[in-house]
């Protein structure tokens, strides 16, 4: 190499050189960034989706909090008493109406396994009763009711017959009994298709209706003159 070519390049390799400009244009230069910044590796730390919407969930509680805060007579403590004030009213009032109940639109059949006799309903009932199960227990000796009333020929057999129907027809030959009779087949729906808890009281009144119907006579249609 000629003694001119070692003299410029020694003088480019000096920190005082100057080096031609690297003139990249804009958007490829965006481009690569983002492809740099798009790897992987620069994102193994992020949060994961989950954890970003719960961020952002509790910052949204928290400015909700201290909008109401703000808005509230005596700050926090103001908006604490009106929270504990309203949980109190909400227990006092599920304890005074109890759990809400849920209402079928149509009930379904009385007997929905078939035909058995009143007597082993009774006993179906009993066993139930013995061991702790009124809504089971109330259910059947219900169905003991009515198909009682069935074997004496006071109600026609009918499948797909209601707790409601059968109180209005048997009603119609044992006035006596007639409030009774409805009143336990509200009872039988309220218990089987309303959620309401039946109770050892509930069973003996059914046992009781039970009892007093087969010892009452039923009444002869009048004559018509």
């Known amino acids: 190499m000629s003694t001119g070519g ?3 390049r020694a003088t480019a390799l000096l920190p005082g050189a100057e080096t ?3 003139t990249t244009p804009r958007e490829p230069a ?3 960034a983002e492809r740099e ?3 992987p590796m620069y994102h193994e730390n992020d949060p994961s989706l989950i954890d970003r919407a719960l961020r952002a969930f509790f910052d949204w509680l928290d400015d909700l909090f201290g909008a109401a805060a703000g808005a509230t007579p005596g700050g926090a403590v103001g908006l604490l008493a009106v929270v504990l004030v309203i949980a109190l009213s909400a227990t006092a009032l599920w304890w005074r109406l109890g759990a809400p109940r849920r209402t079928a639109t149509t009930a379904p059949a009385l007997f929905p396994d078939g035909i058995r006799s009143a007597a082993d309903h009774r006993t179906a009932a009993e066993a139930h009763a013995a061991a702790g199960r009124w809504n089971e227990a109330v259910q059947e000796r219900m169905r003991a009711i009515v198909r009682s009333l069935e074997e004496r020929t ?3 057999p009918r499948p797909g017959r209601t ?3 059968a109180a209005t027809e048997a009603a119609q030959s044992l006035p006596s009994q007639a409030q009774a009779l409805h009143a336990a087949a509200r009872t039988f729906d309220d218990i089987t298709y ?3 808890p039946a109770a050892p009281t509930t069973y003996a009144t059914f046992r009781t ?3 007093s119907l087969s010892h009452t006579r039923p009444s002869l249609p009048t004559p018509t003159p």
């Open 6 to 8: 070692l003299i410029a």
């Open 20 to 22: 031609p400009p690297v």
């Open 30 to 32: 965006r481009e690569a």
């Open 37 to 39: 910044l798009s790897k």
């Open 154 to 156: 006071l109600l026609d």
């Open 163 to 165: 707790a409601d129907e």
């Open 194 to 196: 309303g959620g309401r």
């Open 209 to 211: 209706l039970d009892d």
